[in-house]
């Protein structure tokens, strides 16, 4: 059972230039989560999805655009990539069912993207 | 507004002490209470989780944790750190009936021999 996959694992970009992470997960899970993690920040959300087929923005989307075509897979996108988007990237996903469940949430490993 | 506080941004203990990370949470009702762990190189795993009944939950690989609602803290605790507990670890905050989650900025854990 791979859990969440991510997509690449490590990218090197110039500024100006564009590129997609892909998030995929194989629990049939329906919420899925775009964060990125900057030193001493933890944790920030950047887009969201509750299904397939619907986004919504997080607490830091500017610069980032998204896609959910299918249940499994959550793409990420920079259209372009700017020096402040240097960070880790995680991908998540969790349940909707009622109850804390919905709250577990379950990550990939992460993209580490360094912009130039 | 819901927030997390981890007051440290890293601790160093040496193997075989105990450990006690500290977290403070804000938020209006009872919130949903979560320890992740993060080792280096992969994604966030989840330690422990608490949304009601005791207020003494434990988790995998032998850490606990207490949910104090006076103090609005949820601290973590190991009685005996092993030299693979070297991670970071962050504390996070959902909402009852919600899916979203804030977290911590995270407490590096360092084990010295």
């Known amino acids: 059972n791979a859990g969440v996959t991510q997509t690449p694992k490590f990218r090197v970009l110039k500024t100006g230039q564009s590129m997609t992470l892909l998030c995929a997960q194989d629990?049939?899970?329906?919420?899925m989560y775009w964060y990125r993690q900057d030193p001493g920040m933890g944790l920030r959300l950047i887009h969201y999805s509750v299904g397939e087929g619907t986004t919504a923005k997080g607490e830091v989307p500017d610069g980032y655009n998204v896609s959910r075509l299918k249940k499994q897979n959550f793409l990420l996108g920079l259209e372009s990539a700017a020096p402040s988007q240097t960070s880790v990237y995680f991908c998540?996903?969790?349940?909707?069912?009622?109850?804390?469940?919905?709250?577990?949430?379950?990550f990939g490993a992460g993209t580490r993207l360094s912009v130039l | 507004a819901q927030s997390v506080t981890q007051p440290d941004i890293h601790i160093t203990v040496s193997e075989g002490a105990s450990l006690e990370l500290r977290c403070n949470y804000s938020y209006g009702a009872t919130p949903y209470l979560f320890w992740y762990v993060q080792s280096p190189g992969q994604g966030l795993q989840l330690l422990l989780k608490y949304f009601s009944g005791d207020t003494l939950v434990q988790g995998i690989k032998g850490f606990e944790a207490e949910f104090k609602r006076s103090q609005s803290s949820f601290n973590l605790r190991k009685p005996s750190v092993h030299w693979s507990d070297a991670a970071e670890y962050f504390c996070a905050v959902g909402a009852a009936g919600g899916f979203k989650t804030i977290f911590g900025a995270g407490t590096r854990l360092f084990v010295k021999a």
């Open positions: 998540a996903s969790s349940f909707a069912t009622a109850g804390v469940a919905k709250n577990i949430q379950y």
């Open positions: 629990m049939n899970h329906e919420y």
